[in-house]
């Protein structure tokens, strides 16, 4: 068994086996003529790096259910394209004023701030830019970009963004608006990265109900990870400011729940995620990186 | 013949047409549970109205080539999605720092900046979305979606918007630099409509190479009406405020060429989009758009 925290040998064998394979893909070409400034700054948050959760996840969803790395590979593109404007709209000093993310200085500290909206908004198109435009089956292709606009929009993402922002301003703020924020916020897009792995890997119904439950559950509990890491974890540990929840009297699951708490919280939603694998054939890959990101250290 | 600046019989009754078809599309609709307001904020300025060009532009020239509107509605829809999206971002404070238009507070000035960010990325995600999820022939869809996403973003409409931030940074700001700009901000996105159009209508490969060579110079007149406007129209008139390129010292096409080089260069332009529409079959609504748009006053 591997060091709490740290990454098991099944989640390091497929981050060594996947992220050659992302890094290689998400890049912003270099063209002629066209905005330079700006793809260096969408290259910048691209480049970044992290471990690629989201288009890791959809790839192992879609082999799951028999399908292949390269069926899923323009769908796990575009959830990483999502992912990266979303962190850059988000440290935004109109919304949560972070000067550091990974390690680096944000988006707008390097290009500015009118670059870091237009690099985060040019990312986001080419998310749905990548994937129509991938040769794959049509109709699968259509289902994974209608899965992609719901956990991204305002039914998802950005609408859970926008009730986080306004989240001081509620007065019944309980645990039930709590999970609805995480569900958003977080929970949607993970939800979506399941989903369209399963449609591009070719799921039945079943299989593809089946993943987007565990998708859900997961989003939840990497949420509430997340939150604990906030209050606990270092920022050096961390690559970004830690303890700003508390500095903001934000409410969390460790505010609402105490630490003990949010860590059986977080047990029960790894738990339910885990559940609804059962019957996949081709499951062990996700199991292990469901119980990895749960006890994650970063 | 009508007024210069106003809209044509033929225009005129073209909005007559579109308009209620667009504006009864053209909402966010409650939901409940989600992000009430960020749905307002959506609202507030998807429906602050405007001729809807891009969105009418598409829908004729699918009819041009013999389709019908409810082929070209959805296209439509994610174009003025797209359009509405890049107003918000542009008037932050970021950008273009605008506090007024059509007449009305700007979206950050209502619902913040953190919203009208977050408004701006929903409505964006909300344009591929109604594309992706519309009951279209699965290639036709794909090919204006792999479109929309080319107009829209770095190659397209963000990217003029980065250069047209840097340019005052420009150490040889020259008439091909802003053409590029020009091309780029305001072109990319009407070609995108027209060519959208086309694909959905049904275009054969011919019609669609004019329509997207008409949609090209368009967006160039539209432009240079623009930047005229700006410099000789008040501010009652356009509904935002003007003499702002000249305050900023911003270069134009009448700051370049005077007021009467960039009128020849206006009637140049709209000369070669009436000349690409020569061929098509049913042609008349778009060559009163062109003239029109050419010599609207607002």
């Given at each position: 068994m591997s060091p709490a925290g740290e990454p098991g040998a099944q989640v390091q064998a497929d981050l060594d086996?996947?992220?050659?394979?992302?890094?290689?893909?998400?890049?912003?070409?270099?063209?002629?003529?066209?905005?330079?400034?700006?793809?260096?700054?969408?290259?910048?948050?691209?480049?970044?790096?992290?471990?690629?959760?989201?288009?890791?996840?959809?790839?192992?969803?879609a082999e799951a259910v028999g399908g292949t790395a390269a069926q899923a590979l323009p769908g796990a593109l575009a959830l990483e394209y999502i992912h990266t404007y979303s962190l850059i709209h988000d440290d935004l000093p109109a919304m949560d004023d972070d000067d550091l993310r990974r390690g680096r200085p944000t988006n707008?500290?390097?290009?500015?701030?009118?670059?870091?909206?237009?690099?985060?908004?040019?990312?986001?198109?080419?998310?749905?830019?990548?994937?129509?435009?991938?040769?794959?089956?049509?109709?699968?292709?259509?289902?994974?970009l209608i899965l992609l606009a719901e956990g991204a929009g305002w039914r998802g993402m950005a609408g859970g963004q926008a009730l986080d922002l306004e989240g001081e301003q509620v007065a019944a703020y309980d645990l039930d608006h709590l999970r609805l924020i995480h569900r958003?916020?977080?929970?949607?897009?993970?939800?979506?990265?399941?989903?369209?792995?399963?449609?591009?890997?070719?799921?039945?119904?079943?299989?593809?109900?089946?993943?987007?439950?565990?998708?859900?559950?997961?989003?939840?509990?990497?949420?509430?990870?997340?939150?604990?890491?906030?209050?606990?974890?270092?920022?050096?540990?961390?690559?970004?400011?830690?303890?700003?929840?508390?500095?903001?009297?934000?409410i969390t699951y460790p505010s609402l729940l105490g630490l003990d708490g949010a860590r059986r919280a977080l047990a029960e939603a790894t738990e339910t995620a885990l559940c609804h694998l059962a019957t996949l054939p081709n499951r062990p890959s996700l199991e292990a990186w469901a119980r990895y990101l749960a006890q994650r250290a970063k």
């Open positions: 086996r996947l992220l050659p394979l992302l890094d290689g893909a998400l890049t912003v070409p270099f063209q002629e003529g066209a905005a330079a400034r700006l793809g260096e700054a969408m290259r910048y948050s691209l480049e970044a790096g992290g471990k690629r959760v989201r288009p890791v996840l959809c790839i192992l969803a707008h500290k390097v290009f500015g701030e009118g670059h870091a909206i237009l690099a985060g908004d040019a990312l986001l198109t080419e998310a749905f830019g990548v994937l129509a435009g991938a040769d794959l089956d049509p109709n699968r292709r259509a289902e994974a958003m916020k977080t929970g949607a897009l993970l939800q979506s990265a399941l989903e369209i792995g399963a449609v591009l890997g070719g799921a039945d119904p079943g299989q593809r109900a089946a993943l987007r439950a565990c998708g859900a559950a997961l989003g939840l509990a990497f949420q509430i990870q997340d939150d604990i890491l906030d209050a606990t974890a270092t920022e050096v540990q961390l690559g970004k400011r830690t303890g700003k929840d508390a500095g903001k009297g934000k």
